[in-house]
Structures are given as C-alpha cells and as structure tokens.
C-alpha cells in the first residue's frame, strides 16, 4: 500500500502509530544533524523528520531530494518539540525508517505554494501545477461541495437530472455558435449549445415536469473574467408553474446553498426589484446592494438655469458619496478620467462638496445660487460631508456610466465586501430592445420568453412598452442566474416571433421542431439557469471565474497548456470537405 494515512490527517492522537505517507515534497531544510521535509498532498501538509541515527540509506534518500519529488515514507508519529499552531498537523510530525523515491521531478517553474511567484501566463501554461496550489485546491473542493448540495437539493425537491446533447443545430438569437463540421453528412454542421434551452422545453412537453442539469454551455464571444468560451450552467425547468412557484422554490435553494456551504442564514425574503428600478436607481440590472449611493433623477431641478450640458441634456442624475467631501482636487480629476475612459464613455464630470463648516461649493457655482446647488444634493440624499457626482446625456447611457463611477467609488472605499452578500431578484424585465443600426427588435432574453399577459395587447401597437415574464438572480453587483415563463401558446409564439422580423416561413426552419412538438399538447412551464462557475466565485471571494475552472482559457480563448485550437491536418480536412482561406487583413 503506498499510503495508509494523508499528509492531512495526523493529530496528537496518532502518536507512536507507524505510517505510511505520500506524497510531494513541498520543502526540505537540511540543518546538518537533522533533515526536515515538508510532504504534501491535497489534504495538507506534515513535517517528515531524518535525524542523525536515522538509517544510512534514509539519510542518503532525503540528502538528494528536491521540490515537488513524488515520495513514499513511513516512519513513526512522534510529538513535535517545537509546535506549529498554524498547521492542522503541527502538534506532530513522523520520524523517517524509509523513503522511497517514487517519482524524481524537474525543477517548477513557479513556487507551488499559498502565494505564487508566476504571473498568469505561466500558470495557466503549467495548469497542472497551479493546481497542485492549496489556493486552487480549495476551490476545486467548493466547487464539489457546491455541486453535491445542488443535486441533493433538487434531489428532494423532485427534479430529475436528464443530459441533453452536446451536437445540436445552430440558432440564430444570441452569441454566436461554435460549429461542428460532420463528415458523415457533408458541408452540414453541428453546433454546440450555448444552453440547452429549447430541448428542455421538450422535456417539459414529454413530462418530466421538474429536470435540471449541470451541463456544459459554449459561447463563441469576446471573454473577460466573468466569461469562458466554455461555462457550466444550473440548468433548471418545471412545469405547470408560475414566477412565483419558480421564485420560490430558487429562493429556498439560495437560501439552503448559503447556509450549507458558507453558514450565512437569511431569514427575510429576497428583495424583488423591477427592471425599470433598478437601472434608474443604480444604473444597471444586476445592482449591487451591499451599499447605498442610490441615483436620484436631478433632470427638473438641473435644467433651466442657463448651463448648457444640462439644459441640452435628456436625463441628469448623480449619487452622495458618503463622507468624500475631503476628496482632494486630484482624486476628483482622477474620477473624471475614469468617467471619460472608452469603457465609461462619459465627457466629464460634475460634483457638488458638502463641507463639514456647512458650505456647499461645486463645479457649477458659475450658474446656480448656493441654494439650488444645496437642493440638488439633497435630492441626491446628501449629508454634511459627502460628495455628489452628476451626470447628464441620454438617459440609460447616463446611468450605465453613472454606475462605472458608483462602483469604481465603493471600491476606492473599501464598501465592495466579498464575505458581505446581497441577494435580490430583478424582475419585469422589458421584452425587447431595440437596435437602431439593423432597425429591428430582438428578444431581451429569447424568442420563447413570455410576455405579462396584461402587455399581450402591446405586441402589435407598443412593443417596447411590453414587459417580460422573466427574472434574474443576483448577488453582489453579479447575475448569477436568469429565466422566464415560456411561451407555450402557438398562436402567441407567432405574434412573437413576427414582432423580432422572423417570417412564418423562416421561424419553422429554426425553431420548426419545437412549434411541432408544442402541438402535442404543451403544458405551461418556465424554468432559469444558474452559472455554476459565477457562483462558485461568488462563493469563494473571487471576481474571476478562471479560479473556480480546472482548465480555463485564456482572453483570447485559448488553452495555453495544450496550444489549443490548433490547426488540422490536410487528410482531415479532406475528410470533411473543407478548404481554409487566409483571413484578411
């Protein structure tokens, strides 16, 4: 046997046993008289001990050593001398009688330990090392955990998991798909799903009432930290439900997730926020709650006192930053810089002071009283102290830069607290938006989402006034979740489909088999999907979700460890009918 305990477990309790370990070497300190290795494995670490009358061949073993070494060692578990409070292990350590060298190692390129000295670049290429780090250890078992308390949850509730395929055909809505070539049917391809949406609506029509699946999801889009190529869903549907039933049983599943996993209980309901709210009071649908600096709509107040950005403007609004009245003239600067960034977009910057003396001073004195610039703070909620930022332009755009600015604030101050959570849900989201350069409307979450029924009306006169029956989950300034009613009525799925410029003709081409499949008898149904690797970073403190993914991809999508894509051989592409053309310049 090569081991009969983990480099994790030994205590005070285990002293005098003889056991076997192993594992990697993490470290060795040879003091002379005495060798000390460090010997770890993914349960922890504990200090093996070569001492002056160990055996020669022990001695000889541990004086060639190097880090990251495979070893096997048994020894007798003695009490340390010189404990270590900072280690589960350091009451103990186990005194060597053999080691046997399994595995010689080249030297890492990087230090495998708590803290890192390689970048990014060269992590990712010695992935398999990176992962050898407790750091990265730690959230491969929160995601485990994560993942069994899923299934066991909705294990309870009913669901059954049912796998759906990987080799589907391409869609027209969304990101766009990665394709498929097939040899055995030339010049067609397969698609990967960017969600298995539409064969869980299947599964809704041939029964299965509650199906849920962690699946694998792929999108060909431009990545960031919050976004891979290739993700992991939560991938959820009932039948014979409405919001409130879905909202309902998810919300008892957050609950239990932070309960189990963190030991953080939340007793009150989740806060419920429609769409319309939340972009006007924090400029952004998935709005981070954890603090305040709501917006407040200064249009009324701002216009009409012959300061031109405002007067010309559709929307103005700003927020109180608490306590950062004693900002500096280049902290202010700053901010205007990062408001101006091509990311923000924005052309400048106003600010209002309430200073500790009771003076109100601004960057707009020029052409408003002190008692108009004192009421425009006040709208904004403003005490003594506190600082207002204000934007103005075209009312989302304003709101979207105003958020940037809200967000870059909070962290500058500290107030973005990853151990905090702010769970809501965002609902009455608008049914379509609007694209002004193809002129046409496409669906804001996807053509089988159903409209409010009080809005059917406004399909055919007003559809930017219809609100859709969907919901996202969200969390700290993150959408960890999102879904909708489906539709489930032909009839108004065709009304849909013509309001995003789909002809009948065209919309049985994409979707003919769905359309076909809701004849047989459709039951009402709705359902969402979690992303799996945005909760476990939620979870574990992080803001990228490349930490939570064994093998991520990089910004530009690739895998920098398997020099993935790569180019195909010619026999191969033979076999698949295709020909490769440069791209352009």
Same mark, same amino acid.
């Given at each position: ?89 350091? &009451? ?59 299934? $066991? ?45 539409? /064969? ?26 919050? $976004? ?16 409130? &039933? ?64 405002? &007067? &010309? ?35 400048? /910057? ?40 204000? /934007? ?23 107030? $973005? ?41 406004? /399909?055919?006169?007003?559809?930017? $006034? ?120």
């Amino acid at each position: 046997m090569y081991r009969t305990h983990t480099c994790g477990c030994l205590r005070a309790e285990h002293v005098h046993q003889q056991v076997t370990l192993a594992g990697w070497v993490q470290k060795v300190r040879n003091l002379g008289a005495m060798t000390f290795i460090d010997l770890r494995d993914r349960y922890g670490i504990t200090q093996i001990v070569v001492e002056e009358h160990s055996p020669a061949e022990v001695r000889e073993t541990a004086a060639r050593l190097g880090r990251e070494w495979v070893i096997r060692v048994t020894g007798t578990v003695i009490e340390r001398e010189s404990k270590n409070a900072k280690m589960p292990t350091g &009451d103990i350590e186990v005194t060597a009688s053999a080691i046997t060298v399994l595995n010689e190692a080249q030297t890492p390129p990087f230090t495998i330990e708590e803290n890192s000295d390689g970048g990014d670049d060269l992590r990712m290429k010695y992935r398999y090392l990176d992962l050898r780090r407790p750091p990265l250890q730690r959230n491969m078992m929160l995601r485990h955990k994560m993942a069994q308390e899923i299934r $066991r949850f909705l294990s309870d509730e009913g669901f059954l998991e049912i796998e759906t395929p990987y080799l589907v055909g391409s869609t027209p809505e969304g990101a766009r798909d990665f394709v498929v070539p097939s040899r055995m049917n030339p010049n067609q391809f397969y698609a990967l799903p960017q969600s298995p949406q539409t /064969l869980k609506q299947l599964l809704m029509v041939a029964g299965y009432d509650r199906y849920f699946q962690i699946v694998r999801c792929f999108r060909d889009e431009d990545l960031r930290a919050d $976004r891979q190529p290739e993700f992991t869903q939560i991938d959820c549907e009932m039948s014979f439900v409405e919001q409130e &039933d879905i909202i309902g049983v998810f919300e008892r599943w957050a609950k239990h997730m932070f309960r189990t996993v963190l030991g953080i209980e939340f007793g009150e309901p989740f806060r419920r926020m429609p769409w319309i709210e939340a972009m006007e009071k924090y400029g952004s649908d998935k709005p981070d709650l954890r603090f305040g600096m709501e917006f407040a709509d200064l249009t009324d107040l701002a216009k009409g006192h012959g300061f031109s950005i405002f &007067d &010309d403007a559709e929307y103005i609004t700003g927020f109180a930053a608490t306590g950062c009245a004693t900002y500096t003239r280049k902290q202010i600067d700053a901010l205007t810089e990062y408001v101006k960034r091509p990311q923000v977009g924005a052309k400048g /910057l106003i600010w209002i002071r309430l200073d500790a003396d009771g003076t109100v001073k601004s960057s707009v004195d020029k052409f408003f009283a002190p008692a108009e610039v004192r009421a425009l703070a006040e709208r904004c909620g403003a005490q003594t102290g506190d600082m207002v930022f204000v /934007l103005c332009g075209p009312k989302f755009k304003t709101l979207t830069q105003l958020c940037a600015l809200r967000l870059e604030v909070a962290q500058q101050l500290g107030l $973005r607290d990853p151990q905090k959570f702010a769970p809501l849900w965002v609902v009455d989201f608008p049914m379509f938006e609007w694209d002004d350069e193809t002129q046409r409307w496409y669906a804001m979450h996807h053509p089988f989402t159903s409209p409010k029924p009080e809005d059917v009306p406004y /399909l055919t006169s007003d559809p930017g $006034r219809v609100r859709a029956n969907a919901y996202d989950f969200v969390c700290n300034g993150t959408e960890i979740g999102g879904g909708s009613i489906r539709i489930h009525d032909a009839k108004l799925q065709a009304q849909i489909f013509d309001c995003l410029g789909f002809t009948p003709e065209r919309a049985q081409e994409q979707f003919g088999f769905l359309m076909n499949a809701f004849k047989f008898g459709a039951p009402p149904h709705g359902g969402l999907a979690f992303g799996f690797d945005r909760l476990c970073s939620l979870f574990g403190g992080s803001e990228s979700i490349r930490d939570y993914i064994a093998f991520p991809k990089n910004n530009a999508g690739r895998d920098v460890m398997l020099d993935a894509p790569s180019c195909i051989d010619r026999a191969q592409l033979d076999e698949l009918y295709l020909e490769l053309r440069k791209p352009e310049a």
